[in-house]
DNA sequence: CAGTGGTCTAGACCACGCG
DNA sequence: GCGTGGTCTAGACCACTGG
């Protein structure tokens, strides 16, 4: 058997040492670390790759190595998630941005899941969400355009789509179904979330209708960084 | 703006040129790889480190590189997940190890849950799955000792706790609730996983209960590779 | 035993962020 | 402009797997 390899002994080292930093602070630089430590610089980045893998550290080029935290995230049959009120709840800051919405013919799958007919046309909504100034997720909301006429004139650069369809629209919406799994992002999501290559992030699928005429509302695809929430999907009784 | 670094268009390169190669075979090795496409060994080894984050490949110390599968695992309200079936019906050969029950007090966690007095006993089976003789997952199953008197001599090596729980105490057991979220595991279950590091895994919480009395039974923890396995939680009406 | 991936060193240049 | 982390090279030794 193999003793631990450096690297993982340092990083138990690093986080111990450095448990109480303030968020903001950074740590030593990696040149620093690599002095302190006695090792070369690749064997203190090998140390930061693993705690970064975990979630425990973020690095920042330019700035700097910090610790993280992260949100806690519960989907479930009787919670509606609001992202916004979470992030508040926990001292984040949080800002949503949407980008205008398109309108377009629906595919084959748009149809299926929101049961529309052959020739139907859907408004396609793309928002990214920030946490002190960090894009944290990104989120596609596919509506039939029928539903939500002149979307693209109503909605503002920051306004909740919930908000919207309540208040413009006068719609009660529900979540009928979610989904969540861990899966790798598009190139382009990849960049807009500032990830290097294109590690897998938390998938979430889900479809909204009105409370009232049980109308399919919304679909929605949502990317969320794992190192930022920690989401937790509960099934079942509770 | 910076160019896209060397590493990433090589893991590119990589999986186009290697995508139809079967299962079992390796890919050239780091330091053909480095030959081939006239660029340091590191290199390669960071566009392989971002396939492998990826779950496109897995690298084996001594053996090789190799292309992956992951088998898709839904959970939802009305879905009983069963391992052995899902994998095999997808052509592996799983495998399940069952460590000897031990029997010892509850703590209070386990208390809460379980639904026990004070001074109650519990009996904890540990298990360990394999997939074409490699571990893909961990179990933890907490039990009330008084439903299962001698579990220990009941259940074998390889038997399935739900088989023993049915034909041997009679039960009818149903999954109560489902949770599911990421989670760095401890340091001895990704030694049994065999990971470097304890990268974040898909930790499965649940509750299984009789369906006749409502009785609780087990309360499980299960640690899931997710390089193996592509788990699909679902909430909601269906 | 030969070949694999895992670890570690020494050094270099670069893009980015912040002051 | 300076210090940060990101990338890349060259070379070395090791543990593990398989025949």
Redesign the interface.
Known sequence: MQAEATY?KL?QQILEQYADLPLQRPLPSEHELGALFGVNRQTIRAALE?LE???LIRRVKGSGTFRTRRYEYR???DIAPSFTATVRASGGDPRTENAKPVTRPANASEREILGLPANAQVTVLERVRFIDGAAVSTATSVLPSARVPRLAAVIAPDDSLDAVLRRHYGYTPV????????A?PPAQIAEVLRL?????Q?LLRGLVSCSETGQKLEYVESFLR?DVF?????????
């Open positions: 993982l990083s693993e893998r975990r979630w989907i479930g049959p979540r009928q179904w979610s989904q969540s799994r861990l790798s290097r290559g294109r590690p897998p938390i794992p920690d989401v937790v999907t509960e099934v079942g009784k509770w």
